[in-house]
Nanobody, 128 residues
Framework: QVQLVESGGGLVQAGGSLRLSCAASGRTFSRRAMGWFRQAPGKEREFVAAINWNVGSTYYADSVKGRFTISRDNAKNTVYLQMNSLTPEDTAVYYC?????????????????????WGQGTQVTVSS
């Protein structure tokens, strides 16, 4: 079993920055990727960013490219999401996720069905 605990959410003004963290516990072997999705009120959950756990390749949604950076610390089993130049459109609950299936591919990174475990989410609110 895997547990994911997110932290770092909060309220920030437009143009500001936040750094989310997600600590994973439990199974560590065979992890393929970790990522972040978000869900705004009344909207579907959408992909934000992902990182290949072994080689460190990163993938981003077009809406956050150039503003958000995903990174990992293998020793701490933690993934981070540095969010800069935040706008009110970034307001959402941010969910951490991880994938263990050998079938995970970068081409599937944006599909929530590609991931096996999810955190409880952390609220990010950006005021205008």
């Amino acid at each position: 079993q895997v547990q994911l605990v997110e932290s770092g959410g909060g309220l920030v003004q437009a143009g500001g920055s936040l750094r989310l963290s997600c600590a994973a516990s439990g199974r560590t072997f065979s992890r393929r990727a970790m990522g972040w999705f978000r869900q705004a009120p009344g909207k579907e959950r959408e992909f934000v960013a992902a990182i290949n756990w072994n080689v460190g390749s990163t993938y981003y949604a077009d809406s956050v490219k150039g503003r958000f950076t995903i990174s990992r610390d293998n020793a701490k089993n933690t993934v981070y999401l540095q969010m800069n130049s935040l706008t009110p459109e970034d307001t959402a609950v941010y969910y951490c996720t991880c994938a263990y299936s050998p079938a995970w591919r970068s081409s599937l990174a944006q599909s929530s069905n590609s991931y096996d475990y999810w955190g409880q989410g952390t609220q990010v609110t950006v005021s205008s």
